[in-house]
Every structure is written in structure tokens, then in C-alpha cells.
């Protein structure tokens, strides 16, 4: 393919792919704990690092993707806090977030340049070093996920009884908020600040639909996000359209499009039950009609 022939495409490929599998597990967790609105959150949140790196002139890659960390980490404190009203953390870190990033961003007139690329991503402009640290984050978080896999399963569903099990379930489900945070902070370069929860969550959403189990969501949730990224990537290069907003609108139609094949599927299999039904009830009352003895 000609756009292959470039460095730039070549990058985009590398980075995308090596995020929407990881992202993708990331998204199959956060959905299962009922925390979808994690990752936008944390993205928002790492505005005011992106802010605070170009006002103090150090790379805002590196700033917002250590706030993003800290940010994950403060929301699993004040989530303990408000128990029963877990989503509140949420709300709380976001507000404090932006509000950080808003006040930075009026101290730094010059920051509206570049700003742009942060808020939409620019996988196109994604540099070596970049692609580094996305591939170290995605093979640590994945040697996390798979060595805590069990556990995380068993708090997925129901913490308490991990804890009576004897779990650390407050040490699990802290390294599981930094290493969403830095999932969150690797994947802005591809969908950007605005985008990535597209990345994380739309693949989740269309795995968990139509799996048949925990682990087969991991693993579709995986196929449906590189795909998706591909052919996002693919789409833009052709189309020339932006790279986040393609890959989150070709997301977003695999699955309106795999939920409209689910609702067709059920659909079908009810009319063929019914119709299965109705043979079997003609077949079985003409069976008895013909067995009685004619007189």
C-alpha cells in the first residue's frame, strides 16, 4: 500500500495498534466495574498537566501523562471516601482538573498554537520516542492484567467478597487506577484528550454485547480495537480527514452496526423457535388425531 511507504504511516500503525490492544482490556475492566467515565475523565484531567508543561516549558507529553497518573491515583482515595456514591470521585477530580488547566492555559497565551493536537490527537506526528513509551506501558499494564487477572475478575464483580477471600483488593485496585491513568495518558497522542475514552470504551461496549463469556470480551474487545484503529488510520490517510475524530466515528459504526446485527440475529432465531414450535405442536397433534383406532 502506498501510504506504508511512509515513515509517518508507519508510526501511526505502530502506535495505534500497540493502544487499542491495551486500551481495549482496559475498557473490558472499566465497563465490568461500572467506571466507563474513568478515562474521560482522567483525559480531561491531564489537560492541566499538557497546560503546566507549556508553561514551565517542559514536555507536555511527559507533564499530562504524570498528571494523569496522580489524577488515577487520588480518584481511588476519594472513591473510598464516598462508597456509596462512587461516581462522585469522578465528578470531583474532573472539576479540579479542568478548572487547573483552564487558570494555566490564561497564564500562557502561546499555548493555543499546539493545542489542537492535544485536544484531537495527532497519531500522524507520533515520534520514536513516543512509540517507546506506549510499548513499555502496554506490555507492563498487559503482564499486569494477566498476573492479576483472577483477582481482578473476582473484584470486577463483587469487591467484598474478594476481600473476604483474602485479597488486597485496596493494592489491586490501586495499581489498577495508575495503570488506567497511564493507558488513558499513551493513548492521547492517537484519539486525543476529547477522544480517547472512544478508544478504550467503544470496543468494550460491543465485546461485552455479543461475547459469550469474560474472556472471550477480552479477546474480541482486542480484534474490534485494532481493527477499528487500522482501518480508522487507513480511512483518514484516503479520506484526509482528521485521525482521532475517523477512528472514534469508525468505532462508533462497529458498533451501532454490531448491535443492529445482534437485534437481527435474536430476532431471527425467535421466529425460527416459533416456527419450530408451531410444527411441532401441528406434527404432534396430528399424531394423535391419526393414532386413535377407527371405529
Not at 484531537?120 to 506526528?125: D, E, H, K, L, N
Not at 440475529?265 to 404432534?284: D, G, H, I, Q
Amino acid at each position: 500500500m502506498e501510504m506504508l511507504h511512509y515513515d509517518f504511516m508507519q508510526r501511526a500503525f505502530y502506535a495505534g495498534g500497540i493502544i487499542a490492544i491495551i486500551a481495549s482490556v482496559l475498557g473490558v475492566y472499566l465497563m465490568l466495574r461500572r467506571q466507563a467515565l474513568m478515562a474521560d475523565m482522567l483525559s480531561h484531567v491531564s489537560l492541566s498537566g499538557v497546560a503546566a508543561g507549556s508553561l514551565l516549558h517542559v514536555n507536555p507529553a511527559l507533564t499530562g501523562f504524570a498528571v494523569a497518573v496522580i489524577g488515577a491515583i487520588i480518584v481511588e482515595y476519594v472513591r473510598r471516601a464516598y462508597k456509596t456514591y462512587s461516581e462522585i470521585s469522578i465528578a470531583i477530580i474532573m472539576i479540579g482538573g479542568l478548572s487547573t488547566a483552564v487558570v494555566l492555559m490564561s497564564l500562557n497565551n502561546g499555548i493555543n498554537k499546539g493545542f489542537t493536537a492535544y485536544l484531537f490527537g495527532s497519531v500522524v506526528a507520533v515520534n520514536q520516542t513516543e512509540i517507546i513509551m506506549m510499548l513499555g506501558v502496554a506490555v507492563v499494564a498487559g503482564i499486569f492484567f494477566y498476573t492479576f487477572r483472577r483477582p481482578l475478575y473476582q473484584m470486577t464483580f463483587d469487591e467484598e467478597t474478594a476481600k473476604t477471600n483474602g485479597l488486597p483488593v485496596n493494592h489491586i485496585s490501586l495499581l489498577f487506577s495508575i495503570f488506567t491513568g497511564m493507558i488513558v495518558a499513551a493513548a492521547m497522542p492517537i484519539v486525543g484528550v476529547l477522544l480517547v475514552s472512544s478508544l478504550i470504551i467503544l470496543p468494550a461496549a460491543l465485546a461485552i454485547r455479543i461475547a459469550p463469556s469474560f474472556v472471550a470480551a477480552l479477546f474480541l474487545a482486542m480484534i474490534i480495537g485494532l481493527v477499528g484503529v487500522l482501518s480508522g488510520l487507513t480511512a483518514s490517510y484516503q479520506l484526509s480527514t482528521p485521525p482521532g475524530g475517523t477512528i472514534a466515528i469508525v468505532l462508533l459504526l462497529f458498533l451501532v452496526i454490531g448491535i443492529g446485527i445482534q437485534k437481527v440475529v435474536l430476532k431471527l432465531r425467535k421466529s425460527r423457535s416459533k416456527k419450530f414450535a408451531a410444527t411441532e405442536t401441528a406434527f404432534y397433534g396430528d399424531s394423535k388425531r391419526f393414532s386413535k383406532d377407527p371405529k
